[in-house]
């Protein structure tokens, strides 16, 4: 034994060195932000030396940098539980499973993650309630992929003279860059690109000489077209948009001449070497500037701060304060005539950067309000822009199901701000701290020190609240359909303080605006926790390891009415031909047993649908009916700018097998509805039941994460499994 002892000492160490050797490589090609090479080489590190584990960690980092999630966490897996994983491996986990939409379980890493700091630890774990609790609510925007994406980063959307600028990564156009010897070559890497929102014209170069224009974005014009703010990016084209302190930002200005051409371009005067400076904002005359930069002396990370130009020169960055800034990330503002909407990773959100609005009024900034459901998603949601006059903006997203890496999204509002103020009616006085649940989403909040909560509601809201605080009697009441007003909603709520051993009964008034009429309360009991029924979770053990807690959460569906006007089997949907009976609703198309169908909607009663049924047939399409929908989140949008809807039952293969009884079904019996198909000898085993691609996407990435790597997406034919080939 001792003779061959030297010789696997041999071995072992020069194994070690050889992964040590391919580790420093994949290191310096990380550290140059080349995610891919680096990829490569820390996966040749890990099958040289799978023990090391920083190799695994290195591989789950840059599929994270690629926006590949669902593989991060795989490898993120691999050595989660091992004894000398360090902590930051445990958050970079945690908030891997947030942007996989697994909140339960991110939520179990998180507080893992507490034990080395608390701080962030525990605030974490709070936001991925906050998830649980408002991803149902109706969206307060409708939201539409833009026509102009690629398949490339598309970002920093901004307006300019009623158009729209935006920079791009996107190879489509041909474009020169004039070098230093004036010559001209091959452009490559971000550029800039202008398009006319109101008519779908062609996208084109903002500047037909590129040169000083190249990894320029975002960008921001002042309103009178006089000033513009730029910022100098180092954008890879192969990560992720935004990385904290990688992507290297500085800021720029310049005046705008009469054809456009960018004048005295000049830098920002606190720019540094040592930090960036970007995402900027400028007022309407370009006196004002908002920006991000994480500058040594902010809260942590990325913050917000303000400058303003005093007699031709620039003022000092002035920091906008704890209301806004936070530990984490506050990137993009962007002012309206009314709010003040931002990025942030911190504020708590669905996962990665989601967008908030604030307003500025006597001398402080009002609570930080999530846009909710629609505009933000488990991933990155950044740069928001809103004209309040047509209620209309814009804003960039990686999230599932788009077009490319990084897309502009269109976002309609359709939202209000309700607020509700909980008062002692005997005395008064605020009641702090009473919750208030919404009975179909389950959305929860609380009442702050003055007895208000806010929210913003989708106008379609109509729901049933149960209004609870500690030694008060308990009410239920029906808010309203929020309606179209601009003004915020008040709900004034008086409670009745319990006496001492008397029961929960219910005797209180609820009024509107006050000045309105009184709505009358409803009695009821303590309202239990519906989402509890409605979001199945797999308990975790508390005296035993994982398994841990699994949240899997899917939007629910709402029955809705639409008339009929066409259907056929065989030819092109043509929007054009049906463009006549946009002034009664939405027209879209919608696919049904190898049918095409083409209806108008949505109404929410059959009586409206009812109504507009003239109309409809006035305008040609005289064998119109009306008909029931099962509207599903998630709706692509079709060329012309219309909704295509498509309810094909899209479904999950995970695995053939020969003997279907060694298919361990509790893997993924949450996901969706489990079936199975019989081929020869052959069972395949498929979790059906998505309406939508982009339910099926969802339950692809949960089946893959839950050990069906090969788990592909498939529609059912008439009998006949179709892959989905974009995947």
Known sequence: MRLITPLFVMILSFQLVTGQSTFSRAETQYEMQAYKAALKSYMECYRENPAYIQCAEGVAMCYARLNDFMHAAQWYEKIIDHTEVSPDVIFAYARTLKALKLYGKAKFYFERYAAFDAETGEHFAASCDFAINRVEAKPAFRITNAYFNTSDHDFGLATWNDKLVFTSFRKDIPKTRRTAETSLAAGAGSDLYLIDPHVEANVRLLFDDIADHAQ?????????????????????????????AENRMSLYLATVGDHGKWEKVRPYPFNDNSYSTGFPWLSEDGMIMFFASDMPGGYGGYDLYVSYLDNGKWTEPQNLGADINTPGNEIAPFKSAEHFYFSSDWHPGFG??????????????????????????????????????????????????????????KAEANMREVEIVVEDRDVQAPVLDAQILFSETGLKLSTDDAGIATVLLSRDTKEEVTITAEGYHPITMKLKGVGDSNEV?????????????????????????????????????????????AHPVEEANEELAPPMKKVYVRQAPEMKYAIQVSAFSKGEYRPERYQSLNTVGQVYDYSENQMTKVRVGYFDTRAEASEAIPAVRGKGFRDAFVVEQMVFPGGQQAAGGQVSFDYADFKVRLATYAKPGHFDAGKVAKIGKLESYKKNDLTIMLIGGFHTLVEAREALEQA????????????????????????
């Open 352 to 409: 990665g950067q989601d967008i908030f609005r604030t307003k500025y009024a006597n001398g402080e900034w009002a609570p930080v309000a999530h846009l909710g459901v629609g505009v933000n998603s488990p991933k990155d949601d950044i740069g928001f822009v809103f004209n309040e006059a047509d209620k209309t903006g814009y804003f960039y997203s990686d999230r599932l199901a788009g077009r490319g890496k990084m897309d502009i999204y």
């Open 216 to 244: 320029v974005g975002p960008v921001h014009f002042s309103a009178d077209g006089k000033s513009v703010a730029l910022t100098k990016n180092t954008v890879n084209e192969e990560s992720k948009f935004f990385v904290p």
């Open 489 to 533: 909603m008040r709900y004034q709520v008086y409670v009745d303080a319990l006496e001492a051993g008397q029961s929960s009964e219910l005797a209180v008034e609820v009024g509107r605006d006050q000045s309105e009429e009184r709505i009358p309360a409803i009695a009821n009991e303590p309202a239990e926790d519906l989402r509890e029924s």
């Open 704 to 727: 893959q994460l839950a050990g069906f790597p090969d788990a592909c997406i498939v529609k059912d034919m008439g009998g006949v499994l179709e892959k989905i080939r974009n995947e």
